[in-house]
């Protein structure tokens, strides 16, 4: 099994170490977002079969920027996470405004029940 | 198509089906199963259909065109609900995106078992709801 | 310019089983812009786990999807066993792999039988179909389930297959085989088929890598990307390939797929003669604590299985990114530029399973 890689980055450098791995020629492979004791974003990358995780730990108060300039199919993700978490991702492109899926509650994942 | 006495037609709709279900409804139409040889024929046409098939359960989003493929559908009509998710929810009952079986949208006329239900079953089911349909037509 | 509207495509459309809308831009009859609306089967079982434990999760996991179901079951027991360190039997592990590969044929003949049904084929598709009922019979036989099988466990796996089960379903494969050839040579060979796959849907090896492509998808346009070789369960003691194509085109898609079929057969044949004897299944005591992702290579590309637990027996969170969710925007990309006609095939292509995407 190849290695897993897991770094802690904080919220203001993300695009500059996304822009870094993008330049390096690894691919996304998935935004996860985890909420227990604050929100979790975990940014997973690919390239020949290593995986390369960058974790932002943020709540949902804080603004973070979209990398879909950087890797443009990461819209899926972060509109996913912005309408199920509630995590205030701005300017990815296209936003659906928080009506990817249409669900009738709103942010389920922050529901603890 | 209501004057043809035993060969309904069949529309079929996913709700939230895990594809289980529908996979095992559509090998009900390919060589080993065959349901052709009873006449019965998938359409995707509402307006053709006799029988309509739903698989999964139902969610928000879902319910307008559930309620409106059952409204186009000529009359008389049945109903056949295929899998334990169409008949209350099954396993995703609990999901906050699952309102329950399609009983609670559509009156659902044959609830057919099973997770993932077989296609031995699910012809079964639409041989039962071919007598309802026959009441239903006497009623007219 | 020509007259632009907008053509819904969907929820309840014959090609698809399937509930995807798309809302068609087109001028004339080609389609300049594809706007995908989703969610119509958007169940929300990831949050499931805070109500079934991390053992009673695998049926959860298993109901993703229907088609490629043992995988998902499998993808998710690897990631809880990568977290509790539990290394499962030797036999296990072969037997897991003869299944997911008997999933992948299952799951390609279908894709077939759908690729025929949608450009009006109807006795290639009742063909396809016909074979792979076939597969469903060794499924039944070997775990009793047809679809769904819940044969998975975390641990290892609740049933073994004997020796003359395993001799006979070689014997199933091998007669299946020369069958195949038939089927296989119609939809490669065919100049009708031909003229509607080739050419269809380009999808260069930069944009298939620029747009996050996966599986059959990114190997057709030249990538070689499969998460098989990284030797997961018994891959590393299998003779394995990647299966790939130059063309990038909707034929060179089916020729990937129906490369994997022979190849399937082949690394089936290759567990059966190796497969060593012991036991199937490891008892597995506590809670697991930890987080680990575990990525494997489903029929329809790399999926990947995020589970993170606290300790108890409720995880924190199971998160699974399915191999067509990371192929929408490769098939967005295809759409544009292609005619009306062409939608449903385009569509089928990337082999979509919505139930997957949206979970």
């Known amino acids: 099994m190849a290695e897993q ?30 909420n227990k004791d604050g929100m979790e974003l975990t940014y997973s990358f690919d390239k020949d079969h290593e995986l390369l995780n960058l974790r932002i730990l943020t709540d949902t108060e804080t603004e973070l920027p979209s990398i879909s300039i950087i890797y443009p199919y990461s819209f899926l993700y972060e509109n996913e996470i912005k309408e199920l978490f509630g995590v205030k991702i701005t300017g990815i492109m296209p936003d659906f405004n928080d009506s990817l899926y249409k669900i009738p509650v709103k942010t389920p994942f922050q529901m603890n029940d | 198509m209501s004057v043809v006495k035993k060969s309904p037609w069949i529309l079929h709709y996913d709700g939230t089906s895990c594809n289980g279900c529908d996979i095992e409804v559509l090998a009900c139409l390919t060589p080993l199963y065959d349901v052709e040889r009873f006449g019965i024929i998938n359409t995707g046409n509402p307006k053709h259909a006799d029988i309509l098939l739903i698989t999964g359960s139902v969610n928000e989003q879902n319910i307008p065109v559930v309620k409106q493929l059952y409204e186009q559908m000529p009359d008389p009509k049945a109903v056949v609900a295929v899998g334990i998710c169409a008949t209350s929810g099954g396993i995703f009952a609990e999901c906050y995106n699952v309102v329950g079986g399609v009983g609670k949208v559509i009156p659902v006329d044959v609830y057919v078992p099973g997770c993932a239900a077989r296609p031995e079953s699910i012809i079964d089911g639409v041989v039962k709801a071919l007598d309802i349909l026959e009441v239903k037509r006497k009623k007219r | ?36 609306r989703i969610g119509y089967i958007h169940r929300g079982l990831e949050k499931l ?46 037997l897991r792999t003869i299944w997911a590969e008997l999933s992948r044929l299952h799951s390609h003949l ?27 019979d060794i499924f039944e036989e070997t775990t009793g389930g047809r679809v769904i099988f819940s044969v998975c466990e975390v641990g290892g796996v609740k049933k073994d297959i004997s020796s003359e089960t395993l001799n006979k379903m070689k014997e199933v494969l091998t007669a ?15 100049s009708t088929v031909k003229l509607r796959t080739k050419g269809v849907g380009v999808l260069s090896r930069e944009a298939a890598f620029e747009l996050g492509a996966v599986g059959p998808m990114a190997r057709a346009s030249g990538i070689e990307m499969d998460i098989r070789s990284q030797g997961y369960a018994a891959y590393n ?37 190796i497969i060593p004897d012991g036991e199937v299944k490891r008892k597995v005591t506590g809670n697991p604590k930890g987080e680990h992702f575990t990525r494997l290579e489903q029929p329809r590309g790399e999926v990947l299985y995020y589970a993170k637990a606290n300790g108890t027996k409720f995880l924190d969170r199971v998160r699974v990114r399915t191999p067509t969710f990371a192929n929408v925007p490769a098939l967005l990309e295809t759409l544009k530029n292609c005619s009306l006609a062409d939608v449903p095939i385009l569509i089928l292509t990337i082999d979509p399973c919505i139930s997957c995407t949206e979970r």
């Open chain 3, 237 to 273: 003691q299998l003779d394995f390939k990647p299966i790939t194509d130059q063309g990038g085109d909707c034929y060179a898609r089916t020729k990937v797929r129906i490369g994997e079929l022979f190849q399937s057969i082949d690394l089936i044949r290759q567990c059966i003669a």
């Open chain 3, 176 to 190: 299946m085989e020369k069958e195949l050839k038939e089927a296989a040579a119609v939809f490669l060979n065919d």
């Open chain 3, 110 to 136: 279908l894709w077939l039988g759908l690729l025929a049904d949608a450009f009006g084929f109807e006795s290639l598709f009742m063909q396809s179909w016909k074979l792979r009922e076939q597969i469903l």
């Open chain 1, 5 to 34: 890689i897991l770094k802690e980055i904080s919220a203001n450098d993300l695009l500059a170490e996304t822009l870094k791995i993008k330049n390096d020629g690894y691919r996304l492979v998935a935004v996860t977002c985890t």
């Open chain 3, 49 to 94: 786990v805070e109500k079934k434990d991390y053992q009673q999760y695998v049926y959860v996991a298993e109901r993703i999807c229907g088609i490629c179901s043992f995988m998902h079951g499998m993808g998710y027991c690897m990631s809880i066993e990568s977290i509790m360190e539990v290394e499962i039997p030797e036999r296990a592990k072969f």
């Open chain 3, 1 to 36: 310019m020509g007259n632009r509207t907008i053509v819904p495509f969907g929820p309840q459309h014959p090609v698809l089983p399937e509930p995807i809308h798309l809302d068609l831009v087109l001028e004339d009859e080609r389609v300049i812009e594809a706007i995908p």
